[in-house]
């Protein structure tokens, strides 16, 4: 069994910054992809950022320039920094990981989310 931990949500101001985590523990032989989603209330689930065990990141363009991705492969961790936050970056983020859980099994997982607030 995987799970993601998620951590870093909040409230914060119009142009802050936050910086989301997202821990994979448990049987992990090897991660393919791991990036960050979010859902605004009354809005379908969408990507933010990915990113390869190559480190081949990919961003929604709504986010471009102001969010980076990275991992750290050693610790199954991804984190998300997010800077110039505006309201509509309000949400529930959620980590997903494409795992390979044995040689032959790949599964992919999601965490149970963090909310992120922008507001004044």
């Known amino acids: 069994q995987v799970q993601l931990v998620e951590s870093g949500g909040g409230l914060v101001q119009p142009g802050g910054s936050l910086r989301l985590s997202c821990a994979a523990s448990?049987?992990?032989?090897?991660?393919?992809?791991m990036g960050w989603y979010r859902q605004a209330p009354g809005k379908q689930r969408e990507l933010v950022a990915t990113i390869t065990n190559d480190n081949t990141t990919n961003y929604a363009d709504s986010v471009k320039g102001r969010c980076t991705i990275s991992r750290d492969n050693a610790k199954n961790t991804v984190f998300l920094q997010m800077n110039s936050l505006r309201p509509e970056d309000t949400a529930v983020y959620y980590c997903?990981?494409?795992?390979?859980?044995?040689?032959?099994?790949?599964?992919?997982?999601w965490g149970r989310g963090t909310q992120v607030t922008v507001s004044s």
């Open positions: 997903n990981a494409d795992l390979w859980v044995t040689i032959s099994r790949r599964v992919f997982y």
């Open positions: 448990g049987s992990i032989f090897s991660t393919v992809v």
